[in-house]
């Protein structure tokens, strides 16, 4: 198993960034390159350059700010394990925005890190723009 990270600072508290962290089916607001993105009971379907994947979520935590999901089904024929994490800490007046990763097989690492670390800067832009 592969774990990275994507992180940033954002100058608003925490709770105004987890208040769009924490919708499930908001990616489609602010995310790079998400065309759709639609929620049918706990799993999201995203569409994204002509592809689809669905993404399951195993855990929203209000009190600690963390939202965790899975891709559960993709074109990635070789995807055998994914979890994901956003976590929106305190920092100073503002926030940290942590997007962890576990990917099995070790390769799809490169694939999703630079994904995430693109959408954090978004989620930036977004929230102070």
Same mark, same amino acid.
């Given at each position: 198993? *592969?774990?990275?990270? *994507? ?27 998400v ?48 979890? *994901?994490?956003? *976590? @929106? ?8 925005v942590?997007?962890?990763?576990e990917? @099995?097989?070790?390769d799809?690492?490169?694939?999703? @890190?630079?994904?995430y ?13």
């Open positions: 198993m *592969a774990d990275g990270k *994507a992180e940033i600072s954002i100058d608003r508290n925490p709770d105004e960034v987890w208040k769009l962290v924490r919708e499930f089916g908001g990616l489609a607001g602010w995310m790079p390159g065309e759709s993105c639609t929620v049918d009971g706990d799993v999201r379907t995203i569409g994204m350059m002509g592809i689809e994947v669905k993404e399951q979520l195993r855990d929203l935590d209000d009190s600690a700010r963390r939202v965790s999901y899975s891709v559960i089904e993709s074109p990635m024929g070789n995807l055998e394990s994914h979890l *994901a994490t956003i *976590a @929106v800490d305190p920092e100073g007046s503002g926030s940290h942590t997007w962890s990763v990917v @099995v097989p070790d799809l690492l490169a694939l999703f @890190v630079p994904i670390e693109g959408s954090v800067v978004e989620l930036k832009k977004k929230i102070e723009g």
